[in-house]
């Protein structure tokens, strides 16, 4: 069982960027696929990035591709998500989550699916 903790968040300007870690514990955190949700006031937890740990395939909702990076550094223990030109409608509590991968299984982006999170970091965008 790994344990997460974010870091990273802030008040940044629109079009700035910023860049989230979750650090995990765990010595098996090379088999975890890990992922970042976020959830504004009065709205779902949406899935907004994922990456695997067996190839390392990355995802992301369509509202954030071409902005934000997802990587990960099994040696570190460390996940991240580089977010850049950052929109108001960015502006939320980030979450990082993790579960055991399943290999052959599609990459799920059901929050549900995963286990494990992280307290979350709060990301605020001034337009």
């Known amino acids: 069982q790994v344990q997460l903790v974010e870091s990273g968040g802030g008040l940044v300007q629109a079009g700035g960027s910023l860049r989230l870690s979750c650090a995990a514990s765990g010595r098996t955190f090379s088999t975890y696929d890990m992922a970042w949700f976020r959830q504004s006031p009065g709205k779902e937890r949406e899935f907004v990035s994922g990456i695997t740990c067996s190839t390392g395939s990355t995802y992301y909702t369509d509202s954030v591709k071409g902005r934000f990076t997802i990587s990960r550094d099994n040696a570190k223990i460390t996940v991240y998500l580089q977010m850049n030109s950052l929109k108001p409608e960015d502006a939320a509590v980030y979450y990082c989550?993790?579960?055991?991968?399943?290999?052959?299984?599609?990459?799920?982006?059901?929050?549900?699916?995963?286990?494990?999170w992280g307290q979350g970091t709060q990301v605020t965008v001034s337009s």
């Open positions: 989550a993790a579960r055991i991968s399943r290999i052959g299984f599609l990459f799920s982006r059901v929050a549900g699916s995963f286990g494990t």
